[in-house]
């Protein structure tokens, strides 16, 4: 990835040249060498993370009675805000935030099996073009990015275009040109995963539709009525005669999705439900959500902090880096990459992350560079995470290796996603929840364990600091003992970086041969206690805690 250069002209000091003041030119602070590919990314259910604002609790009367943790529990846009002006993400570690769909949800409830259940997650639809009340507002939003920005934090939205909301009283079909209510998906083969719904009761956008279609009619009655019709069929228009896409489901999803891009400056798109659109409506989705990007860079350019293309990132169930680029079908193999994706969610950490460390750094290594490989100049990414909103199945389901589980995920090479208390081990296992709502409690900042903060901070501020972390070259050094020593090597962009991490290594002083390494080092640092030592005949001295040695140059 490209970084962002600031140039400025000095002025010399001489007699025809004026002294230029601070006042008159505000230099930007300088920013940490940032690559995708290494991100420490931090996800978080937006309604469970923190309230910030309660004045927006009831906003929305979703008053029914819920099942547990089926229901709003209002954290919102002010409750992130907070947080990223508190400085909590800074402290861990974090480049990158990625908050679930943000447009307005429907406002009925549902219950699909596993109890009365409100939109509270953001993946239930109503209207693209607004937001949802009960998080705040779009000014609000603009603002969260802002200050991110500021933070020298990027902003991933997550996105869906394959479905609407549920139908429910309060919220009414699609028309049949727009949506279809059957067949249920039963993943033969690519058409029974991507021509079908998800759920009895989760209508599917005919993304597939070469049709010209009208306007859903709730959609004209619910505009004219907030009284921004007018407003909202002139973008329609312009877009279309712009782009000379045909007026069907998936390109006006397109145009409403896009638009937050456009207007928010947002640093990419987590896109959901990647396997069930097909390749070509992504393909076009992807170049539109670019352009849209660059539309915002272009207007506003002090706000622009990075020079990154626009960020797309897949959420395609069930991929594993271990197979490649490809995603298998039974009857076909689909390259998502060749869609316009630069990375994909990979599913298999969490049972790759029963290896030993030097097996499972080793083996990753090996992954991201055969994706770099496997098709030169389409650069392939992979995310990997021990815990998400709907993986039954997580790496530490109990809370009892939340030490483990950071070392592992956030020293693996790759990018890596915390899900919202992974940090502070929040309890997966919520008694009398049923389905993924027990994946999706409230943050629990009462019950923080600080041990466990303080370890997971460590090492992502480290990741953060050094690209070499997540995408650089990964070297076993020898060892005797339990755990492993490593060196990792990062040279891209006119950037180096270099750092020699350990884990799983026994808590006592450990001597290291750093000649091969640091050749020139005479003391370096270790992060993790923040001691600096002397570099005697190549070697260094540490102290290791919680299994972990983090060596860089002073």
Known sequence: MKKLLYLFTLCILVASCKKVTDKEISLPKESTY??????????????RFNNGDISNDSIVERNEKTAKLRGSKGGDFAGIIQKIDEGYFTD???????LTPIWEQIQGGVDEGTGFSYAFHGYWAKDWTAVEPSYGTLEEFKSLVKKAHDKDIRILLDVVINHTGPVTTQDPLWPEDWVRTGPSCTYQDQETAVTCTLTNNLPD????????????????????????????IKELNDFFTRTGLKKTPSNYLIKWVT???RETGVDGFRIDTVKHVEESVWATFNEQARLAYNDWKKNHPQEVIHDDEFFILGELYGYQVSGGRSYPFSDVEVDYFDAGYDALINFGFKSHAISNYKELFKRYDGFRKKLLKENLGNEAY?????????????????????IESATKLLLTPGMTQIYYGDEIARPLIIEGTEGDATLRSQMNWENTQPAILKHWQKLGKFRNKHVAIGAGEHFSLE?????????????????QDTVLIGAGLDNEK???????????????RNAYTAKKLPVINGKVTVKVENGVVLLERL
């Open 34 to 47: 940032f690559d995708w590919s290494a991100a420490n990314v931090y996800f978080l259910l937006t309604d």
């Open 92 to 98: 861990l570690g974090i480049n990158a935030i990625w």
């Open 205 to 232: 956008i005919r993304t597939d539709s070469k049709q010209e279609v009208e306007l859903p009619a709730i959609l004209k009655e619910k505009w004219k009525k907030e009284g921004r019709y007018d407003q909202e």
């Open 259 to 261: 638009d937050y891009a």
């Open 382 to 402: 992979f995310m990997n995470y021990i815990s998400s909103h709907d993986d039954g199945q997580p790496f530490d389901v109990s809370r009892i290796k939340a």
């Open 479 to 495: 060892h005797d003992g339990n755990g492993t020593l490593a060196a990792r090597f990062y040279d891209k962009d006119n950037h």
């Open 510 to 524: 450990l001597e290291i041969d750093v000649k091969k390494v640091f050749p020139k080092a005479t003391r370096l």
